[in-house]
């Protein structure tokens, strides 16, 4: 019997676009190579008409209202994304309950799936691990060249908070004072591949996310994390790999990024075993490792949709 | 006489709990016997939660000349930040909020070296602020009295009233895991005070056992004080400021970036509260004194032996 196609649905303006399209592309580029057909669309755009194995539709949740409409009798699912596992709300939770086409939720982390087997959506949960295939960034060098001034990079859409930060930072320490702060924006991909690399240290303030890609290049790149990860990393972030951002108290950050800038002043070795970790935890994460086990999610999705 | 011209926003439209703040500096004034009024562009009718006793003036007709003191906020844009830096009168910052400095000032700026007479605020968080990072050498701190009018002591229900705006994602988690983790607690009715004229605000607190603070990079935060003071046992975020008051005595604070474990802390509250009703009365008594600090009289001492002094 013919597998059904995994089409992955991108809308123009949703948020962390460029976050789901890595994700994205990377699983339908893995689905294929182990002959699953898998493509990448835009919510607006039109599709051709599916196969006979049908076709899954994979998207934000939050984009639901934006899920094309499907001619009755089409052999086509839909499987939602939780892509903010702190967003899933009534709203949602009656969406997957009523649309006869729901086949199951992806949410990425086990602890996640546990919480959201646990809510009413009349739906299976299966895990999906939000991954990437990481650019070929030439690693950076983990001993910083002592002549020249930090460049500190800022990632996030917690703009007041990264000021607040970087005010405070600028004015306290004299290493930030000297800094060259770069405002990043993985969103614009280019920008980001082109600014990242010249990064000491990234600064990020997330927004509540399943996903952490961004953090996961720069680990993959050899540049220090410093960031509060938006609940993604809760497994994965450790002091062993990056300085993480665990309070809601920004001068509590303040003073953990400015622990970590002394460390930048400081003689001797800075950061290579923390960089070393990050690197090898981020490579652990991206999307060929994690792949394995997002196949059996794939397959049992596949399943679903079988003639009973 | 010397003209005190605080400065607030343009949008008086709803209530605002910096602006009640203002407005009550500008009354506790004007019943001292200063020419103090609130200055705005506003152009709507007066709204009837400032304080009636403050004066309230249109912006762009009131005059203020070199004997006068402008008296400005946290919340400045950059260009009418250097036009008042510019003229030639007193100037007063009243700050409320120092997460809002990083809006109007560049990073190398600090507030020590702009020609600001003196600087007042709302808590010892700011003024630690402003003297560690910004240099100011001696911000006085004013604490705001709490102005919610007493309501009269109510059977307590095992209600969590909340205000979402500042925290919207986390209200909705914390609302819904609650419901779905812990179904033992989704009896439990959630009363948003979003919105609500702060009389009601006082009712909604008076019948509610718990209240949960979803204070976010505030200055000082008032609500958690409104809500100890009317007898709700405290769990959530202080939101910096709040450590002006937040102790482990008065309150289930909890500080961490993502609110899984609110969930948690609240949910644990809930099962303490509905197997012993008492089990918070020590926190409670401490809330209560907590919020004692926090009055009308209080304030109105401490500001008029600042404007004093200043003057």
């Given at each position: 019997m013919t597998a059904p196609e995994i089409c992955f649905l991108l809308a123009e303006q949703e948020t962390e676009r460029m976050e789901k399209r890595c994700f994205f592309e990377a699983q339908a580029a893995l689905l294929e190579a182990a002959g699953i057909p898998a493509r990448l669309a835009s919510m607006d755009g039109t599709l051709p008409p599916p196969g006979t194995g049908g076709r899954i539709m994979v998207f934000d949740l939050a984009n639901r209202d934006q899920a094309p409409s499907v001619p009755d009798g089409d052999r086509v699912w839909f499987a939602p994304v939780?892509?903010?596992?702190?967003?899933?709300f009534d709203p949602q939770m009656t969406w997957m309950r009523r649309e006869a086409r729901c086949l199951a939720l992806l949410v990425s982390g086990e602890h996640e799936v546990e919480l959201v087997r646990k809510y009413p959506i009349g739906q299976q949960v299966l895990p999906l691990h939000f991954a990437m295939n990481y650019a070929d960034l030439e690693r950076r060098a983990a001993e910083r060249e002592a002549a020249g001034p930090l460049v500190i990079g800022c990632l996030g859409r917690k703009k007041a908070a990264l000021d607040f930060l970087r005010g405070m930072l600028t004015r306290l320490q004299p290493a930030a004072a000297r800094a060259e702060w770069v405002e990043l924006d993985f969103e614009d991909r280019d920008a980001w591949l082109r600014d990242l690399p010249r990064c000491d240290l990234l600064l990020a303030m997330r927004s509540y996310s399943g996903s952490a890609l961004p953090l996961l290049e720069a680990m993959a790149a050899g540049v220090p994390v410093c960031a509060d990860h938006g609940g993604a990393l809760s497994r994965l972030a450790s002091a062993d790999n990056g300085t993480w951002l665990e309070s809601a108290t920004l001068e509590r950050c303040a003073e953990t990024v400015a622990h970590l800038l002394e460390r930048f002043a400081g003689p001797g070795p800075q950061l290579s075993g923390i960089c070393a970790n990050a690197a090898r935890a981020a490579g652990q994460a991206s999307a060929a490792a994690t792949f394995p086990e997002n196949l059996n999610s794939w397959r049992s999705l596949m399943a679903l949709c079988a003639p009973s | 006489m010397t003209q005190i011209a605080y400065l607030t926003i343009s949008n008086l439209s709803r209530p605002v709990g910096g602006i009640m703040v203002q407005a009550a500096h500008v009354a506790a004034l004007a019943r001292a016997g200063y020419d103090a009024k609130l200055c705005t562009i506003y152009s709507g009718p007066r709204p009837d939660w400032i304080d009636p006793e403050a004066p309230l003036v249109d912006s762009n007709r009131a005059s203020v000349g070199p004997g006068d003191i402008l008296v400005l906020?946290?919340?400045?844009?950059r260009k009418v930040f250097d036009r008042f830096m510019g003229m030639k009168i007193r100037r007063v910052m009243f700050c409320q909020n120092h997460y809002f400095f990083d809006q109007t000032l560049r990073?190398?700026?600090?507030?020590?070296?702009?020609?600001?007479d003196a600087f007042i605020c709302v808590s010892e968080p700011i003024a630690a602020y402003l003297r560690d990072v910004h240099g100011v050498p001696d911000p006085v701190v004013i604490r705001p009295g709490i102005m919610q009018r007493r309501v009269p002591e109510k059977e307590k229900k095992l209600r969590v009233c909340f205000m979402p705006r500042k925290r919207l994602i986390e209200s909705g988690t914390i609302v819904h895991r609650l419901n779905y983790l812990y179904p033992e607690h989704a009896d439990v009715e959630f009363v948003s005070i979003h919105g609500l004229h702060p009389e009601k605000v006082a009712e909604v607190m008076a019948e509610c056992a718990v209240f949960l603070s979803l204070s976010v990079?505030?200055?000082?935060?008032l609500p958690p004080l409104e809500a100890m003071r009317s007898g709700c046992l405290v769990v959530g975020?202080?939101?910096?400021?709040?450590l002006d008051y937040a102790t482990e005595e008065n309150g289930l604070w909890y500080d961490s970036a993502t609110p899984a474990g609110l969930v948690d802390l609240l949910a644990d509250t809930l099962t303490r509260l509905k197997a012993e009703p008492d089990s918070f009365a020590p926190m409670l008594a401490a809330g209560r004194r907590t919020a004692d600090r926090y009055r009308l009289d209080v304030m109105q001492e401490e500001l008029c032996r600042f404007w004093e002094t200043f003057l």
């Open positions: 939780l892509w903010d596992p702190y967003a899933l | 906020h946290d919340s400045i844009p990073p190398d700026e600090r507030l020590a070296d702009f020609p600001i990079n505030e200055g000082l935060g975020y202080h939101g910096g400021g709040g």
